[in-house]
Nanobody, 114 residues
């Protein structure tokens, strides 16, 4: 069965940076498009960034120019480099394949606050 383990979250001041990682096991990672999603309190989960099998990225407008998604197929891992963080980026961040989903991992909390 597929397991998703997100890490790298934390508390950061506005304007700061974080790098999230998501380790995927139990499947052939390189076969799938992967995405990062986030869920803020009281909101539904939303997609923020996508990366194709070949490494081409797509971003939601809310993070374009600030976030960078990447993948390492040898390590079965997808990353999200987050720069110029804003308070509205505060959420639990999850990875999953795109568009259909595996079961969700536990996510990693990102809190942007002074």
């Amino acid at each position: 069965q597929v397991q998703l383990v997100e890490s790298g979250g934390g508390l950061v001041q506005p304007g700061g940076s974080l790098r999230l990682s998501c380790a995927v096991s139990g499947t052939t990672f390189s076969f799938y498009e992967m995405a990062w999603y986030r869920q803020a309190p009281g909101n539904r989960r939303e997609w923020v960034a996508l990366i194709t099998r070949g490494g081409a990225p797509t971003y939601d407008d809310s993070v374009k120019g600030r976030f960078t998604i990447s993948r390492d197929n040898a390590k079965n891992t997808v990353y999200l480099q987050m720069n110029s963080l804003k308070p509205e980026d505060t959420a639990v961040y999850y990875c999953n394949k795109f568009p259909s989903l595996w079961s969700w991992g536990q996510g990693t909390q990102v809190t942007v606050s002074s």
